[in-house]
């Protein structure tokens, strides 16, 4: 079992960063592909980023790409998606997610969510 917990979110002006943080339970982190998605009002939930088990590999939407930075550290069993040149469309609700699966940007996949943070980015 793995407890996930979403910090990080606020309100942001557009053009401005946020970095969230994830942190997790259990001695498992590192046997984890971790993931980020996002869910906009009234939206189905949508994948953000993922990264492989070492941290070796990343993964990005394409309406992400080139602005945000997923990381973790299996040290401190933390996943961080740092969010650069945010966006108002960049609004919704950011979920952390763990997959003990192969690399996947579907929700289905992932077998343990956090409560999710919520990130505003004003115009």
């Known amino acids: 079992q793995v407890q996930l917990v979403e910090s990080g979110g606020g309100l942001v002006q557009a053009g401005g960063s946020l970095r969230l943080a994830c942190t997790t339970s259990?001695?498992?982190?590192?046997?984890?592909?971790m993931g980020w998605f996002r869910q906009a009002p009234g939206k189905e939930r949508e994948f953000v980023a993922a990264?492989?088990?070492?941290?070796?590999?990343?993964y990005y939407a394409d309406s992400v790409k080139g602005r945000f930075t997923i990381s973790r550290d299996n040290v401190k069993n933390i996943v961080y998606l740092q969010m650069n040149s945010l966006k108002p469309e960049d609004t919704a609700v950011y979920y952390c997610a763990a997959n003990r699966g192969g690399n996947s940007a579907y929700v289905h996949d992932y077998d343990y969510w956090g409560q999710g943070t919520q990130v505003t980015v004003s115009s």
């Open positions: 259990g001695r498992t982190f590192s046997t984890y592909r």
């Open positions: 990264i492989s088990r070492s941290g070796g590999s990343e």
